[in-house]
């Protein structure tokens, strides 16, 4: 079984499936994680290295690896905005694939920024000062990546509404009738 977990920055998809993997016994993987370890630079590196349709492509290479694999995973997917592989990846029987959403203002609230070496840190006067271009960002971000998902098929859907990331894995084991990896 292979859990992907999509959605768009700072939505939870690395702390929810952080918990989920160690939940139900499964390897986990963040694909920004493995893009830095595959490449052998910083994310802010990559996103310089060339351009986007370039980098997506090197991303499904990398979730195609991973997949392959023998073991119980759950990926976090850096959002891709020109998929060619992931509709054949996402349909696949063993794969599981869910997109995680929430409100711009949720989504806000766990806005985080990282510098050149991929450090994250919090400058909250900064992005109060700009709450309103974030909101925006965050509700472009949701309809332009939400409608990539919906034209990849991926139909599993989970709302957060700022959830706790243990209620948040509670409802995904039930909904997707997880129990049996238990």
């Known amino acids: 079984m292979k859990i992907l977990l999509f959605g768009i920055s700072n939505v939870g998809k690395t702390t929810t499936g952080e918990i989920l993997a160690k939940r139900l016994g499964f390897k986990f993987y963040d694909l920004d994680e493995e893009v830095k370890k595959h490449f052998k630079i ?12 370039w980098r997506d492509e090197q991303r499904e290479s990398i979730i195609n690896k991973l997949i392959r694999s023998k073991e119980n995973t ?43 070496n ?34 990849l098929g991926i139909t599993n859907r989970i709302f957060i509404n700022n959830a706790t990331p243990e209620k948040l894995i509670d409802r995904i084991i039930s909904e997707y009738n997880l129990e049996k990896y238990l």
Do not use: C, M
């Not at 919090?122 to 919906?150: M, V």
């Open 74 to 116: 759950v990926i976090t997917v850096t959002p891709i905005s020109y998929p060619k592989k992931l509709e054949t990846i996402v349909k696949s029987d063993d794969i599981l694939a869910i997109e995680l959403y929430d409100t711009p203002e949720n989504i806000f609230s766990r806005l985080v920024f990282s510098d050149e």
């Open 118 to 151: 991929d450090i994250a840190y919090t400058d909250d006067p900064y992005k109060n000062r700009y709450k309103e271009y974030y909101l925006k960002e965050i509700q472009e971000d949701l309809n332009w990546y939400g409608s990539i998902y919906a034209t």
């Open 42 to 53: 910083t994310i802010e590196e990559f996103v310089h290295t060339a351009d986007l349709r």
